[in-house]
């Protein structure tokens, strides 16, 4: 069977490998074949092997996928069941894998499959949204109008915040932000600085700073200093975006000065938050469909990743198909 290799950095190939095994497990795996997957920031970080944090391995970098259950020897799956998977460590790119039945859920048949597999994403912002106070009424800015960035807006959007300002360099993203809740856009610019960008936001927001600013560039730009710029007193800031290993030059005294409170999250609950991302969909609480922006065959990975890694013809979720063996 085939599986990815991360060869060098941005370049990416499929290999032949053995076919996965049970072995002699007590329980409570199944064998996953994957048959729609979608691209991640997150896997950027392997793709792009430029970090010693996160060595590039045989098979990754791939692990918001929708499938199905080929072998089991657990009792929550039955063989033939399409689930929802998250493999081990991102380590999805294979054409099967072995993973723990409590690292999926079962698919619901009312949207399309691709709005579906949104609900792996949709749940870590679920999660993220579990750790803060109430959110109604508040104005928010969301730094960065990826993928991320966009379900964030929803998000807010559905817990009644006040405000929501979409942030980015990228015009083409933030066209898609007020479909997907933003109440306003503010695109910048690179040569900006932090102090310029903020009174932008705050001109946006009617002379208010945000109570909450959420940040969802993650590894390839670091803004948390910017965010903390932006934040108003008392308020708070979302550390949502994947950090590299070591941030440089965070200004902890504009954090300490301002009294902000830094949130983080990461490892969403398997019970709560992608089973309720599944249900916000499958019942139009949200609509995800603005962010599905291609579709291509896994025999196009090196291309899929070159799209969706340099934020070309507008991508947002880039979707691959995987070929299904035949029972």
């Given amino acids: 069977m085939l599986a990815a290799e ?12 053995e076919e996965p095994t049970l072995g002699d497990s007590s329980g409570g795996d199944i064998i996953f074949q994957p048959e729609l997957a979608c691209l991640c920031g997150s896997d950027l970080l392997y793709f792009e092997a430029d970090n010693p944090a996160y060595k590039p391995e045989i098979g990754h970098s791939l692990h918001e996928m929708i499938g ?15 689930v929802l998977c998250v493999p081990y460590r ?4 294979q054409e099967r894998f072995v993973c723990t039945e409590k690292q999926a859920i079962p698919v619901d048949t009312r949207p399309d499959i691709r709005e579906a597999l949104l609900a792996q994403p949709l749940g870590t912002v679920l999660f993220a949204t579990r750790r803060l106070p109430n959110l109604l009424g508040l104005n928010v800015a969301v730094i960065g109008q990826g993928p991320m960035g966009q379900l ?32 306003a856009t503010l695109q910048v610019s690179a040569d900006q600085s932090d102090e310029e960008i903020a009174a932008a936001v705050q001109k946006v927001l009617g002379g208010q700073k945000p109570d909450l600013v959420i940040e969802c560039v993650g590894h390839r ?54 089973p309720l ?51």
């Fill in 6 to 17: 991360i060869y060098g950095e941005k370049q990416i190939r499929m290999i032949d490998v």
């Fill in 68 to 82: 199905t259950v080929v072998d089991t020897n657990g009792s929550r799956f039955q063989i033939g069941d399409q």
């Fill in 90 to 93: 991102q380590m999805g790119l």
């Fill in 277 to 327: 991302a599944m249900r916000w969909i499958a019942e139009g609480r949200v609509d995800v469909s603005p962010i599905i922006t291609h579709h291509m065959q896994l025999k196009d990975i090196q291309e899929a990743f070159d799209i969706f890694s340099q934020r070309q013809d507008g991508a947002l979720k880039v979707f691959l198909d995987f070929p299904v063996r035949n029972a």
């Fill in 152 to 183: 964030w807006n929803c998000t807010l959007a559905q817990l009644g915040c006040r405000q929501i300002v979409g942030v980015d360099l990228n015009a083409e993203r933030l066209k898609v932000s007020p479909q997907m809740g933003a109440t």
């Fill in 221 to 274: 730009e670091q803004v948390v200093n910017l965010c903390f710029e932006i934040c108003k007193e008392h308020g708070s800031v979302f550390f949502f975006g994947v950090p590299t290993q070591a941030l440089q030059q965070i200004s902890l005294f504009k954090l300490f000065w301002k009294n902000i409170t830094l949130y983080a999250s990461v490892v969403p609950d398997f019970e709560i938050d992608f």
